[in-house]
């Protein structure tokens, strides 16, 4: 059965472009499918249309079987007073005028039963329980604990909640009602690790249909059959999940342009040919005069193929200051509470040049607030961070907010590095803003913009240490994709929060995970973080105990991680090592003065040996791992 048909249809804003373009397809019922293309493609446009809020130029669209359909992103308007818990309970606001009736027609019955009454109560009940009415809080329970809505949070007023509160919670209500068609947009963009796995599981056991507009790579790959692609108003389609798309698309590309490329070669042996035919012709050969004209219409005939459109891409990097020494910075006995609420306490960390870090946990566990602490700009309730030498940091908040709103991005940038028009202007231009961009209002520009053009103004100072929170949020992927890029080639030290689980497994090679007060230190990457936290099992996370399995994997594995995923370029990679190394042998010529001090101490003795041993373990692996990458440079 077809959920949701669309044929021919266009939609404009203006008379000049339109942005959809003669799009047609059609989704069965129980598709997972995933809706792709740049900012500013048209796929909000398109589920605005699909929920009637917008009309449409031409074509037409039809939901299937009167179906009920909910989009994520709009958020309805409630009564004043309404709490979060009365959000989700509207879900059965069916079942709730059922259950009046019933309890009408009880104190009918109670007074002077009668029989009609009596098959109307019992019509009445049926309804009740079709509708759910049994199992309302068991409902409403079930997904508010997956979505990480606390009891506190639903006796808060719906009105006070941020945006992506309401998202959530917006979220939960169209869950809870069983809505038989969801359109989601970005529905990752506010929820924490936990959530979003939680989401992926509910989806693997949905019933109905499901489309979603999402930037988060793993999501859709768990979640999406099917792509659809928008892009320049039309759209494209991949039978498969996002990894399919990716090779998928890069191949239809390559082979676009290699069709085009033999089309070219062909026309331009066809040009040389006519010409040489005209000008025989010209001598008085009306035989060969014909056979120009006819090779010329062949030659429109052959040209069916339009010239492979190359992405727009970022052309910017990270101006780096070297780091002099191997501590960038120490935590020690850091607290935080906020009234009766302690987000962290007692916190002890040691962060080492070149490390690239993933500060993970629920939301409203403190990641952003302890990057604050981090950066000054709020302060501790208790212990100190101790910085290195010639550290140079730079912070990308999650609300990027700059000095003066009503400024357009050419004197933003103007004001923000003193250069000329010009100069400012061909900034701009390596960050995706051409034309009138320039002169666009910064309060006007769109999450994504905003952190592209923040990067614009910041990425000439030379840093060596990287604050990120949610870098990845309201990036398109070809953003995305550049920021990554940039990323590889930075060399310093990166500290960063994220729930965007394919940003995490590229870059973290330690990760730190905070709850319950506490950050938990596990020293290897994503998956050996998620390998080590199934393995260990609840109890021994809450130790923060990170089994073998933690530990950072070995140096083939490194090494085809490296190809796979493109992470540090391969000298600064093996610059990494070196400086590890050598911090292991300092550390190991300490352990063994202290052997030599305390040979006549038989408990302590035991002590020092068993760290040494764990350490030449360790300081091995290490060895193995430059010896196999500096191999791997020379071939």
């Known amino acids: 059965m077809i959920d949701i048909s669309v044929s021919g249809l266009v939609k404009s804003f203006d008379r000049e472009k339109n942005v959809l373009d003669g799009i047609s397809f059609q989704i069965q019922s129980g598709e997972r499918v995933g809706l792709l293309g740049p900012n500013g493609a048209g796929k909000t446009t398109l589920f605005k249309i699909l929920t009637g809020e917008y009309d449409y130029n031409a074509g037409e669209v039809v939901i299937g079987g009167k179906k009920r359909l909910g989009l994520i992103s709009q958020i309805p308007v409630y009564p004043e007073g309404f709490t979060v818990d009365d959000v989700l309970h509207s879900a059965f606001s069916e079942a709730y005028a059922v259950e009046r009736q019933m309890r009408a027609l009880e104190e009918r019955l109670a007074v002077s039963p009668d029989d009609a009454s009596t098959e109307a109560y019992g019509r009445l009940q049926t309804q009740f329980e079709t509708l759910g009415g049994y199992e309302i809080d068991l409902q409403v329970n079930k997904i508010a604990n997956g979505l990480s809505i606390s009891p506190q949070m639903r006796a808060r007023a719906f009105a006070s909640l941020s945006g992506g509160e309401k998202t959530r919670i917006n979220l939960a209500r169209l869950m809870i009602e069983n809505t038989e068609i969801l359109l989601l947009d970005e529905p990752t963009n506010h929820l924490d690790l936990h959530a979003i796995e939680w989401l992926e599981g509910y989806l693997a056991q949905y019933k109905g249909t499901a489309v979603i507009i999402s930037h988060d790579r793993y999501f859709l790959d768990h979640t999406v059959t099917r792509i659809i692609e928008i892009e320049n108003g039309k759209a494209e389609f991949y039978p498969g999940n996002y990894s399919f798309y990716v090779a998928e698309r890069q191949a239809r590309a390559q082979e676009r342009l290699r069709r085009y490329e033999k089309e070219q070669k062909e026309l331009h042996r066809l040009e040389e040919a006519a010409a040489r035919l005209r000008l025989w012709a010209f001598l008085g050969n009306d035989k060969i005069f014909k056979r120009a004209q006819s090779m010329e219409k062949r030659m429109d005939r052959l040209v069916s193929t339009d010239r492979p459109a ?56 403190g990641k952003t607030t302890f990057l604050r602490i981090l950066m000054g700009q709020e302060a501790a309730d208790s212990g100190r961070v101790k910085w290195g030498p010639s550290v140079r940091k730079l912070y990308l908040p999650q609300q990027v907010v700059f000095p003066d709103e009503n400024r357009t991005l050419l004197d933003t940038m103007l004001y923000a590095q003193n250069c000329s028009t010009q100069s400012a202007r061909n900034r701009l231009a390596a960050y995706l803003f051409f034309g009138d961009d320039v002169f666009k209002r910064v309060r006007d520009l769109s999450g994504g913009e905003r952190s592209r053009l923040w990067l614009c103004a910041n990425m000439q100072d030379e840093v060596n240490l990287l604050l990120l929170d949610e870098p990845t949020n309201h990036l398109d992927m070809d953003s995305k994709e550049w920021l990554e890029s940039a990323l590889d080639d930075f060399s310093g030290t990166l500290l960063f929060v994220s729930h965007d689980r394919y940003f995490i497994d590229r870059f973290a090679t330690r990760v730190l995970e905070l709850s319950d007060g506490e950050i938990r230190d596990w020293q290897g990457d994503f998956q050996s973080y998620l390998r080590a936290r199934e393995a260990s099992g609840p109890q021994s996370a809450a130790k923060g105990q990170a089994s073998a399995a933690s530990k950072p994997e070995t140096a083939s594995k490194q090494k085809k991680q490296k190809s796979a995923r493109g992470r540090v370029a391969p000298e600064k990679q093996l610059a990494a090592l070196e400086r590890e190394i050598a911090r292991l042998e300092a550390e190991k010529a300490r352990l063994e003065e202290e052997i030599a001090a305390a040979s006549f101490d038989y408990q302590k003795l035991e002590t020092l040996l ?14 193995a791992a430059w010896e196999a990458m500096a191999s791997a440079m020379e071939e």
């Open 610 to 623: 068993q760290e040494k041993e764990t350490l030449e373990a360790e300081l091995g692996a290490q060895y």
């Open 310 to 365: 190359s992405r727009k891409t970022l052309h910017a990097r990270f101006e780096e200051k070297e780091f002099a020494g191997d501590e960038v910075f120490s935590v020690k006995g850091l607290s935080k509470a906020y009234g009766e609420k302690t987000l962290f306490h007692g916190v002890e960390l040691l962060v080492r040049g070149g490390e690239r870090i993933a500060l993970i946990g629920d939301n409203g566990c």
